[in-house]
T-cell receptor, first 118, second 115 residues
Framework: NAGVTQTPKFRVLKTGQSMTLLCAQD?????MYWYRQDPGMGLRLIHY?????????GEVPDGYNVSRLKKKKQNFLLGLESAAPSQTSVYFC???????????????FGDGTRLSIL | AQTVTQSQPEMSVQEAETVTLSCTYD???????LFWYKQPPSRQMILVIR??????QNATENRFSVNFQKAAKSFSLKISDSQLGDTAMYFC????????????FGGGTRLMVKP
């Protein structure tokens, strides 16, 4: 029962490098989210997806791209095309689902990825 | 846009005592959810309790309870019989129903339970 799994758990990049963070959930949840958490702060939403093949911007989307392929709908990828020191943060993936028309379930979070950009 | 404010950056409490963490929010929505999440040093985000705005009854989960004041837009968390394992960051979060059900988090309160 893995829940939400994030890969990698820790990474150091140089400015300008690119990388992709992978989020995989085994609960067949329709909603998936990427957040970032800076020191001493709450989580802020980067991008989210309400279903396979769909993505949308959150509060802080600049510098990031996401992908949720139809064939691998339980995966949600977060990409940094050209990493900047300001993107040093802890990144969390989350997923949730809707039961019926009005009942929304809490988000389940992965354990986070600590990303440092030098 | 919604905003969530936690006015207490740090708090401490003696083991076995009771502590209340404050949270206020600003929204024009009528239907929404509110949550408290716990983040221990392990960095995991753990759901503590949730409240549906349409329910007047305050939510309770074992030693955790909330005081939800919809008109005042206040959502405080009370921890009774505090335990050392309650030491963590606590985040209040608001979820607007629809449009992806995104969470808006407060800045957090660091709680230290002292033996």
């Amino acid at each position: 029962n893995a829940g939400v799994t994030q890969t990698p758990k820790f990474r150091v990049l140089k400015t300008g490098q690119s990388m992709t963070l992978l989020c995989a959930q085994d609960m067949n949840h329709e909603y998936m989210y990427w957040y970032r958490q800076d020191p001493g702060m709450g989580l802020r939403l980067i991008h989210y997806s309400v279903g396979e093949g769909t993505t949308a911007k959150g509060e802080v989307p600049d510098g990031y791209n996401v992908s949720r392929l139809k064939k691998k709908k339980q995966n949600f990828l977060l990409g940094l095309e050209s990493a900047a020191p300001s993107q040093t943060s802890v990144y969390f993936c989350a997923s949730s689902y809707r039961r019926g028309s009005l009942t929304y379930q809490p988000q389940h979070f992965g354990d986070g990825t600590r990303l440092s950009i030098l | 846009a919604q905003t969530v404010t936690q006015s207490q950056p740090e708090m401490s409490v003696q083991e076995a005592e009771t502590v209340t963490l404050s949270c206020t929010y600003d929204t024009s929505e009528n239907n929404y959810y509110l949550f408290w999440y716990k983040q221990p040093p392990s960095r995991q985000m753990i759901l503590v309790i949730r409240q549906e705005a349409y329910k007047q009854q305050n939510a309770t989960e074992n030693r955790f309870s909330v005081n939800f004041q919809k008109a005042a837009k206040s959502f405080s968390l009370k921890i009774s019989d505090s335990q050392l394992g309650d030491t963590a960051m606590y985040f209040c979060a608001f979820m607007r129903i629809g449009a992806g059900n995104m969470l808006t988090f407060g800045g957090g309160t660091r709680l230290m339970v002292k033996p």
